[in-house]
């Protein structure tokens, strides 16, 4: 009786054995998913808050006055503000674009002696810089076509208030705009910026390999091989 017993016991411990390995293969890969994830989306999180405060510290300094049509200006966005992004003043892997957009009243056409003031009441742009790598991103408003702005980046009066190449007018500005405005509180009637007054607009947009890997992973697991990983951000100061 002992003896079988003793054998009962053992062959549970051996199904409970057998158990155990069976609930660690099936649990293995949920926490590993678990883990990687967690690491992972630290990663995003982090590279799209360095995206998110460059943008931000940028249109601050723009909007202050700094010309960052020189490059004393553009070093600070490249060696300081942006670095460990790979980005240089002309490439790498990210890119700010500068916007200075204006809505044009009457009185601005008669001071600048522009008739037809075809413009009127529209926003155009009347600055645009391109620092980094031009070709990673385009603006989300339009871009001027390249003959319209001078070696800085400035269009003259004459072109933003009578010319009527539509690449000087903004494209969905207003609305973005508008929606900024009732995120901070505002009541969202259009438009938001009343003729005469000035935004500036600055875009980011950094491109992160590890972002890009982690793309791969997670979308091979689920489907074809994504994009590669990248942030965007926009800030607007008026």
Same mark, same amino acid.
């Given at each position: 009786?002992?003896?079988?017993?003793?054998?009962?016991?053992?062959r549970?411990?051996?199904?409970?054995?057998?158990?155990?390995?069976?609930e660690?293969?099936?649990?293995?890969?949920?926490?590993?998913?678990?883990?990687?994830?967690?690491?992972?989306?630290g990663?995003?999180?982090?590279?799209?808050?360095?995206?998110?405060?460059?943008?931000?510290d940028?249109a601050?300094?723009?909007?202050?006055?700094?010309?960052?049509?020189?490059?004393?200006?553009?070093?600070?966005?490249?060696?300081?503000?942006?670095?460990?992004?790979?980005?240089?003043?002309?490439?790498?892997?990210?890119v700010v674009?500068?916007?200075?957009?204006?809505?044009?009243?009457?009185?601005?056409?008669?001071?600048?002696?522009?008739?037809?003031?075809?413009?009127?009441?529209?926003?155009?742009?009347?600055?645009?810089?391109?620092?980094g790598?031009?070709?990673l991103?385009?603006s989300?408003?339009?871009?001027?076509?390249?003959?319209?702005?001078?070696a800085?980046?400035?269009?003259?009066?004459?072109?933003?208030?009578?010319?009527?190449?539509?690449?000087?007018?903004? *494209?969905?500005?207003?609305?973005? !705009?508008? %929606? &900024?405005?009732? /995120? @901070? +509180? $505002?009541?969202?009637?259009?438009?938001?910026?009343?003729?005469?007054?000035?935004s500036?607009?600055?875009?980011t947009?950094?491109?992160?390999?590890?972002?890009?890997?982690? *793309?791969?992973?997670?979308?091979? !697991?689920? %489907? &074809?091989?994504? /994009? @590669? +990983? $990248?942030?965007?951000?926009?800030?607007?100061?008026?």
């Amino acid at each position: 009786m002992q003896m079988n017993w003793n054998n009962a016991i053992r062959r549970r411990k051996l199904r409970q054995g057998g158990s155990a390995i069976v609930e660690f293969g099936v649990m293995t890969p949920i926490l590993f998913g678990i883990f990687f994830g967690t690491i992972s989306s630290g990663i995003v999180l982090g590279r799209f808050i360095q995206a998110q405060q460059v943008c931000r510290d940028v249109a601050h300094m723009y909007s202050d006055g700094i010309d960052f049509s020189q490059t004393t200006s553009q070093n600070i966005i490249v060696n300081e503000l942006a670095s460990g992004t790979g980005m240089t003043a002309t490439a790498g892997n990210g890119v700010v674009i500068l916007s200075e957009i204006m809505t044009p009243y009457a009185s601005d056409c008669t001071a600048s002696g522009v008739s037809p003031c075809t413009n009127q009441g529209l926003p155009v742009f009347i600055q645009r810089l391109t620092i980094g790598n031009s070709t990673l991103h385009t603006s989300q408003f339009g871009t001027p076509t390249s003959t319209l702005m001078d070696a800085n980046g400035n269009i003259s009066a004459a072109v933003y208030l009578g010319n009527t190449d539509s690449s000087v007018r903004t *494209s969905g500005f207003e609305a973005r !705009l508008d %929606a &900024a405005n009732v /995120a @901070a +509180g $505002g009541s969202g009637t259009a438009p938001q910026q009343a003729q005469g007054n000035i935004s500036y607009v600055v875009e980011t947009y950094f491109q992160y390999p590890d972002i890009g890997f982690l *793309s791969y992973v997670w979308g091979g !697991l689920i %489907a &074809a091989k994504p /994009a @590669a +990983g $990248g942030a965007y951000s926009v800030f607007i100061f008026q």
